[in-house]
């Protein structure tokens, strides 16, 4: 059967502008449960920063946890180290053990034990997991028999984040289905790293790596705050787990171990693994890399628009074009934003006295001009309960941690009577103006509100807590980021770390181009895989137009940004732009840059350019030892304005040391700063910051401004021949009236 259909609405607001495709059909399924394997996580791997401060008569906290929709859970437990205070009372105090608000077991607090730290395992029925869980712990607490304080500060306990949950499931043996995509590939309910390797059958030309980049960076952009790795092999499935094929005729599917007909057209497929019957491939064919490369798309933009086993993608055509910083995960700056587009309702309400933090995740565009900006402004709409009389309750807003403003939260006393007929369901609408300092913040930024309700207190044995406490921010406030300009000096290794830009400026890399070697290896198809990967996450959007070119092929793409990736001297690149190159191989002895970068206070950020210059001072070569690899960024030397970024190592391993650095959230001493940094295993060295170029438009007003702020001395040499000039008018002009007052007076 044949089929012709558009993608849904619901696919263009999520992925932007979208193709249309037309495809045809086959397949259904089936479940059957697997023997088993478990994992163990902290409740720091879980979420919980901090650890558990539960205070009052009935306080809670809790970490979440989902289960994968091809696993079922056969047992569970949890493994609580906690402390609780020797004032309460055992007879009345216990820790409650919860899992999706029902009780899995209660733990007493004997006095014996009280005020040292204790271990404690309870069982989890598995019959209380479902698919989105919630494991919370209670403190139910009371330190006297006669009337109490409900919020006294003897009524508390602590449980550690390093507290563990250990979950045993067995797997479930699905029958493959497209449907189900992008499980079990990818499943969200999976909070671990994300591991996928890709089977190239055949050579590994530039359309069918170009097909394999779209689909690593789609993964990747599922994965989000997970992180990717996509290990590549161009000879063998995996014996155990799943994988992407790309395959282009049947013989290299049969050298694959896979009896595949030959292509007819662009085709997705989903097949057991013939080693693992646990696992599946997905598996793109076509006839040649184009088809290719049109299947791989399908994937990733329209997959909610397949089922059955396996499809024939027969068009795919692109609707529109994407625009600059209209990537879904970047902060639009072209408009208004409304908190609604970036949290849900639930997410921006909260409830009770003391009451969590409403947290807003922010992905700001990386080139945005900061250069004596007032702030980026929030309009904030916003709805709380007054209380009665008198209190110090605030809503308390913050950014990345860092305080910004408190605003009032007025009780009723202090209301006049047109702001009381307002009150509906006993919350107060209010709005208020807030300025976020952006000198300074990380890309990934955290905007934070608290509603803090001070507790009245009645006196002795009328102390009672009502929970009818709410805070609300409403979904229609607004943050907006349409007065700043783009604008940046480049290099700057920092931004291309941490939102692959400026590769990035357009979500689909049509303006990017990766530069391989010939017969790229498998450690630099690992590294290609990787940072597309690293593109992908950072956007949120598949790579469907990347360039892929080999180094003969560049002079005819001048007009696009060029990532190079190189291991050893299988890059000829690196020869003939030796001058604009901070580093590079020559034999067996390398040669580097170095500044006064790395004695300068670490991990720096200044929206002054100047500020952050470490040129280069010396020019170090060396031979022997294992070879030292390095990322480093230049202009292009095919057009002005466009940039090079240079992947480079010694040897493979080093490859997978720069993937590493750019992809993972481990802990580095120094992240990639400046214009040419070093990686070595796990450390990475920054040596050399010299930005010689900038990207973007200021406007001629502002660049002006900008540049006589940058140079002092032209600003006073400006100045002095502006007064010189007037100086000189007004002589003029005084001379001249004086021979007409002569000529009068004659």
């Not at 006049?416 to 990934?444: H, M, S, T, Y």
Request: charged share 20%; aromatic share 6%.
């Amino acid at each position: 059967m044949t089929v012709s259909l558009r993608l849904a609405p619901l696919l263009l607001a999520t992925l932007g502008a979208a193709p249309a495709i037309t495809l045809a059909q086959s397949a259904p399924p089936v479940a059957v449960a697997m023997a088993g394997s478990g994992y163990d996580n902290s409740f720091k791997q879980l979420g919980a920063v901090y650890p558990f401060n539960l205070r009052g008569i009935d306080s809670r906290d809790g970490v979440s946890f989902d289960i994968r929709a091809d696993e079922i859970v056969s047992a569970a437990k949890v493994t609580l180290n906690y402390t609780y205070s020797p004032a309460l009372l055992p007879e009345l105090s216990q820790l409650n053990v919860l899992v999706n608000d029902e009780v899995a077991a209660s733990i007493p607090l004997p006095k014996e034990t009280a005020g040292t730290p204790q271990t404690r395992v309870v069982d989890i029925p598995p019959r209380l997991i479902t698919e989105f869980n919630r494991l919370s712990i209670q403190l139910i607490g009371h330190y006297t028999m006669q009337c109490e304080d409900p919020l006294h500060s003897s009524l508390w306990a602590k449980v550690s984040n390093g507290s563990r949950l250990d979950i045993q499931v067995n797997r479930l043996d699905l029958a493959p289905d497209l449907a189900r995509l992008p499980q079990p590939f990818f499943d969200r309910r999976d909070a671990r790293p994300l591991e996928l390797p890709f089977v190239i059958a055949g050579a590994a030309d530039n359309g069918t790596l170009e097909a394999a980049g779209t689909l690593s960076s789609w993964f990747s952009a599922l994965a989000s705050y997970r992180g990717a790795r996509f290990p590549s092999s161009q000879s063998a499935l995996p014996a155990k787990g799943n994988a992407v094929v790309l395959v282009t005729s049947e013989e290299r599917a049969k050298t694959l171990g896979l009896s595949l007909p030959a292509p007819a057209a662009a085709r997705v497929d989903i097949l057991v693994n013939p080693f693992d019957p646990q696992g599946q491939l997905l598996v793109i064919s076509g006839r040649d890399a184009n088809e290719l490369k049109r299947a791989a798309s399908a994937v990733a933009l329209g997959h909610q628009t397949l089922s059955g086993q396996g499809m024939t993608i027969e068009t795919l055509q692109a609707l529109q074009p994407r625009k600059p910083y209209d990537a879904p995960n970047w902060l639009p700056s072209d408009r208004p934003v409304r908190l609604g587009e970036l949290a849900t309702p639930k997410e921006l309400a909260v409830s009770g006295y003391a009451p969590g933090t409403v947290t807003v995740p922010l992905r700001l565009p990386p080139d945005l001009f900061l250069w004596r900006n007032q702030g980026l402004p929030l309009h904030l709409r916003y709805r709380y309960t007054p209380q009665p009389v008198a209190t110090n309750s605030s809503l308390l807003v913050s950014f990345n941690d860092r305080f910004v403003q408190s605003i009032p939260l007025p009780s009723q006393e202090h209301l006049d009577q047109g702001l009381l007929g307002l009150i509906k369901d006993e919350e107060l609408p209010r709005e208020a103006e807030v300025r976020l300092p952006l000198d300074g913040e990380a890309l990934q930024a955290r905007l934070q509100f608290r509603f803090m309700y001070d507790y009245l207190k009645q006196g002795e044995c009328r102390d009672v807590i009502i929970d009818n406490m709410r805070g609300t921010l409403e979904p229609d406030s607004t943050l907006d980021l349409s007065g700043y300009r783009h604008f940046i000096a480049l290099p700057n290794l920092g931004v291309f770390k941490d939102s692959g830009f400026p590769f990035t400026r357009l979500a689909d890399l049509s303006e990017t181009a990766v530069i391989l070697p010939d017969a790229p290896s498998a450690a630099e198809i690992d590294s290609y895989l990787n940072v597309l990967g690293r593109f992908g996450s950072s956007t949120g959007y598949p790579a469907t137009a990347v360039t892929v070119a080999r180094a003969g092929e560049v002079e005819g793409l001048a007009d696009k940004d060029l990532l190079l990736i190189a291991s050893g001297a299988d890059q000829p690149l690196l020869q003939r732009w030796a001058a604009q190159l901070p580093a590079g191989f020559a034999g067996n002895s390398q040669r580097f840059e170095v500044s006064d970068l790395a004695f300068k206070v670490r991990q720096w950020f200044s929206s002054d350019n100047a500020v952050s210059l470490a040129r280069s001072r010396a020019a170090l070569s060396a031979s022997g030892g294992a070879g030292t690899a390095f990322v480093a960024g230049f202009e292009s030397p095919l057009r002005s304005g466009r940039s090079v970024v240079a992947l480079v190592a010694a040897r493979p391993e080093g490859l997978a040391d720069i993937s590493r650095a750019l992809t993972t959230r481990e802990d580095y001493a120094q992240g990639l700063q400046g214009s040419l940094a070093t990686v070595r295993g796990q450390q990475v060295e920054s040596l050399v910051a010299d930005e010689t170029y900038h990207i973007g438009s200021l406007g001629p007003l502002l660049y002006v401004r900008w540049q006589l702020a940058r140079h002092p001395l032209l600003m006073l040499g400006l100045s002095a021949l502006g007064v010189a000039l007037l100086a000189g008018l007004l002589y003029a002009a005084l001379r001249a009236r004086a021979r007409a007052r002569q000529r009068l007076e004659r």
